[in-house]
């Protein structure tokens, strides 16, 4: 790996811009003689960046199991394969096999003048993991920056990545297929396995009508099944299409398959070109006897309104680490929070009911579970309260008396919080008493009835309270020639 010098003079010369190197991020040229380091050590509790000036791939918290030395080095520019037209030379990331729990974003920058000089149009970038042994690519899409001209994809684990562009023909062209992923990246016996692979027509006058993918047993000889290939419902770049093999059509032998896909004017392709004749294959696993199943994440406890991203992993007996996969059923048991999916693969649990409870997820046949208990969550109101009721909005005491006021807490869902406020009164209807007599409020000798107000103060929270001070005086009587000591002249 050259030095990150060297990398830039290299760049520098062959009339690259450092926007065209680094997008926009602003980096000065200090920043640049930093890149094309060939190593970086990964948080696994806050992620991070590995980059150099032509490529940065961005690591979100959570997605590895442990903290991680992830290096990369610049490998040969892979020959062209049937429509796809290798750019640049190739990112070989390590450790090699490394699963992510949730993808990690890879950017690949490119010289757009030496693709125009090509003939090629930039739309049709994506950034594509290239198998050295088959000479396949299988696609992960790409969000191409046209102004900055960069493209950026999902990646799910570590192989070689390469930025690529299609070859097109003159008229309709039949849809590209991007080959397929699979998760678990492994099939194993008697677990679904769900396949994905990105659909993309270029043509302006055409769009994708159907997409199937075809399979069957590794060896037995027979006749193929097909499943439909659907849009992915979390996919925001509108080029990914899902299918689930069932778990009683995976076997530990694998899986023989190819994918077809036809445009509305009827062009349509295969991949491999000339399948069913020829075929990809897919080794396959049995499960692992101890684990075979796990959240890749234990929580033990949540608070209310609070969100964690967890993955389900399912493992092989012959497979050295766990796969994600995306799970069947999701739940928060005990009715104490919910479940939506970010994304297609992860699912985000939301506490929002205290107590004990638990994480529940399937896959196939498999079920894994984990204890959680829900704690409550960020202060949302404080209820000022006498005799275990709430106080009305206005609160009638006698002068001279002694009330306990009482303070209950809760959040956003409800869930009741144990407060202890500062408690004050507006001056001259009386006052609260110290520690030993917390919450209790003195009345005042008021004369007449007098309005005022309390508050219960919290941090920066508070809430307050009208409060009526009757006055316990008399007017005092002249006709019966003597007088009250408690009675006051009008």
């Not at 069947?328 to 649990?349: I, M, N, Q």
């Not at 409060?467 to 019966?480: A, P, S």
Request: aromatic share 10%.
């Amino acid at each position: 790996m050259k030095s990150g010098k060297t990398l830039l003079l290299i760049l520098l010369a062959s009339g690259l811009s450092s926007c065209q190197l680094l997008s926009d991020n602003g980096n000065k040229l200090n920043d640049l003689l930093a890149l094309g380091a060939a190593s970086a050590s990964i948080s696994q509790t806050s992620g991070g960046t590995v980059q150099s000036p032509t490529m940065s791939l961005t690591v979100p918290q959570g997605a590895l199991e442990e903290d991680t030395v992830i290096t990369f080095r610049e490998t040969a520019i892979p020959d062209a394969r049937e429509s796809n037209l290798p750019l640049q030379a190739a990112f070989e990331f390590g450790p090699e096999g490394l699963h992510f729990n949730k993808p990690a974003s890879l950017k690949i920058c490119y010289n757009a003048a030496d693709v125009k000089a090509r003939g090629l149009n930039e739309k049709t970038l994506q950034i594509q993991y290239h198998d050295p042994e088959t000479g396949e690519f299988v696609s992960m899409g790409g969000d191409v920056d046209l102004v900055h001209h960069c493209v950026t994809a999902s990646i799910y684990h570590f192989s070689a990545y390469v930025l690529t562009a299609q070859l097109l023909a003159v008229g309709n062209n039949p849809p590209t297929i991007g080959g397929a992923s699979f998760f678990p990246a492994r099939p194993i016996g008697g677990l679904p396995l769900t396949v994905r692979s990105s659909i993309t027509d270029w043509d302006g006058g055409s769009a994708i009508a159907m997409v199937r993918f075809y399979y069957r047993t590794a060896g037995s000889g027979g006749a193929f099944k097909s499943l439909a290939m659907l849009p992915e419902s979390n996919d925001a770049s509108g080029q990914f299409y899902t299918a689930k093999v069932p778990a009683a059509d995976v076997s530990a032998a694998g899986l023989e398959y190819y994918i077809e896909a036809f445009d509305s004017l009827n062009s349509g392709r295969t991949s491999p070109t000339t399948a069913p004749t020829a075929f990809n294959t897919i080794v396959g696993d049995t499960q692992d006897a101890t684990t075979p199943i796990r959240f890749q994440t234990v929580v033990t406890q949540m608070s209310a309104g609070f969100s964690r991203d967890l993955t389900v992993q399912v493992k092989g007996s012959s497979a050295a680490t766990f796969y994600p996969v995306p799970a069947e059923t999701l739940v928060f048991a005990g009715d104490k929070g919910e479940t939506s999916r970010p994304t297609w693969l992860s699912a985000r649990y939301t506490a929002k009911t205290i107590g004990a409870s638990f994480l529940q997820a399937s896959y196939g046949p498999l079920t894994v579970s984990q204890p959680i208990h829900v704690y409550p969550g960020i202060l949302n109101r404080i209820d000022l309260r006498y005799n275990d009721a709430v106080l009305p909005p206005v609160f009638e005491v006698d002068g001279l008396s002694v009330t306990q006021i009482d303070a209950a807490g809760y959040d956003a869902y409800g869930n009741f919080m144990f407060v202890q406020p500062v408690f004050s009164a507006s001056p001259g209807i009386g006052t609260f008493g110290g520690v030993a007599d917390y919450g209790k409020f003195f009345a005042a000798d008021v004369f007449p009835d007098t309005e005022g107000t309390i508050t219960a103060t919290l941090g920066t929270y508070s809430v307050t309270n009208n409060i009526l001070v009757h006055t316990i005086r008399v007017l005092c009587q002249y006709d019966t020639g003597q007088f009250d000591t408690d009675c006051v002249f009008n």
